[in-house]
């Protein structure tokens, strides 16, 4: 009798830890899985350009160092200017807007030459000499290595097939970090070819920022978890749609997530929007990048060091053993400034704390005050800074 019994609690115990947890999250996942997706989230930026009458063309470039990256164009006929995207993004968060133009077309629209890069890292990038992206040593790279090579590359292609004299560069988040740092650190390579950079929700090097998404990103259990488990790529979800299906169907936690988590509040979009956003404009970026960005965060300098790779990797990369200090008062090129008020990723009193870190003769245009948050600059409805970023465009970008 007392085995039975003791069966009996065993099977029930069973049913009751293992069974029904497996079971609701099957339900769970099932119910995700119904979720109907709004059409345009399964195309690409070739398809977006051909249904709205866009030309579009696409090329590859090989860095210095080996990495395959695609270039987008939208041909235009006057003066280029290169989109360049933020974190773990891509080319697409420049046309992905669904309630207002996207700065891409934008841009093109107002004729300007628009070129738009894909970084190293992200997945539509993901070619190389000779590395392997499944590979560990694919992914040994910061954003020291964006600024000496992809950059570069980008402008010198676009480059030998303008007719103008310079490009014009806009960074939309570490986008505009790595047009500044380049600009900052290889003057030599860059002013001859830069007609302006224009840093739109971009961060310095002191950094205070308020979302939770990059404070988990920094955190020291983040890092914890990711050696555990090996990982040398970030927000890589490739063509999963689990994540879309996810925001469609709990849209409260979507846009909570979106709003706190992301800074993405991007006035009054839908759910569908943000599915279509969140699904495509993901990137992949390097584990070591958010060491380097940790590094910078945690260190609270105006002018940051570079990457320290250990005094051989140093050596190799920065002919010293301590890594340079970038030091934002040697850029010689024009910066136009775009920041929101309602950004707290990037906030305005680090913006400011940027803009005294530059020669104040180089700043050409600065506005921290759009009604705009850190998503906003790309997917908001209003897109509020667009009047002043033709009109600095149209002054200075030839
Ligand atoms: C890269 O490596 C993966 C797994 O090791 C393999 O399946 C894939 O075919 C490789 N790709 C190339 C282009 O060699
Ligand atoms: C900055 O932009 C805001 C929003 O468009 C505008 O109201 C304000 O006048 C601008 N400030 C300057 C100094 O141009």
Redesign the pocket.
């Known amino acids: 009798m007392p085995i039975v019994q003791s069966i009996k609690t065993k099977a029930f115990y069973i049913f009751k830890c293992v069974l029904i947890p497996i079971g609701i999250w099957y339900a769970f996942v099932f119910h995700i899985e119904l979720a109907e997706l709004p059409p345009i989230i399964h195309n690409n930026f070739k398809q977006d350009c051909h249904d709205k009458g866009i030309r579009f063309e696409e090329y590859t470039v090989t860095t210095d160092d080996g990495y395959i990256l695609s270039l987008y164009h939208i041909p235009g006929s006057g003066p280029p200017v290169l989109l360049v995207h933020g974190l773990s993004n891509s080319a697409n968060c420049f046309i992905l807007n669904q309630c207002a133009r996207p700065p891409a077309f934008f841009l093109s629209d107002s004729g300007y030459d628009v070129w738009l890069g894909n970084m190293r890292g992200s997945h539509l990038s993901r070619g190389h000499t000779h590395l ?4 560990d040593d694919y992914w040994d790279w910061t954003m020291v290595e964006l600024i000496r090579y992809d950059l570069i590359s980008f402008i010198k292609f676009i480059k030998a097939r303008t007719e103008y004299e310079k490009v014009a560069l806009l960074g939309h988040s570490q986008g505009g970090s790595v047009i500044l740092w380049a600009l900052a650190q290889h003057p030599d390579m860059y002013s001859q070819y830069i007609s302006i950079g224009i840093l739109i929700g971009t961060p310095g090097a002191y950094i205070n920022t308020q979302s939770l998404y990059i404070k988990l990103l920094l955190s020291d259990t983040f890092h914890f978890f990711s050696k555990i488990f090996s990982v040398n790529v970030i927000s890589d979800w490739t063509d999963d749609l689990f994540l879309a299906k996810f925001i469609i169907r709990w849209p409260k936690v979507a846009k909570w997530i979106c709003k706190d988590m992301l800074d993405m509040d991007f006035n009054k979009g839908t759910i569908e929007d943000l599915s279509v956003y969140i699904h495509r404009m993901r990137g992949g970026t390097s584990f070591k990048n958010i060491e380097f960005w940790t590094h910078i965060v945690n260190a609270k300098e105006r002018n940051p060091l570079m990457y320290d790779y250990g005094k051989e990797g140093n050596l190799k990369r920065y002919n010293s053993i301590i890594p340079p200090r970038i030091d934002f008062s040697r850029v010689e090129t024009k910066i136009a400034f775009f920041g929101g008020e309602l950004d707290f990723a990037v906030i305005q009193s680090d913006s400011r704390i940027l803009k005294e870190s530059l020669n104040s003769e180089i700043v050409v245009f600065y506005n921290d005050t759009y009604h705009e948050d850190h998503g906003g600059f790309v997917f908001g409805c209003t897109m509020s800074y667009y009047n002043d970023l033709l009109e600095v465009l149209g002054k200075h970008s030839n």
Not at 132 to 135: E, W
Request: aromatic content about 0%.
């Open positions: 392997n992206s499944s590979n």
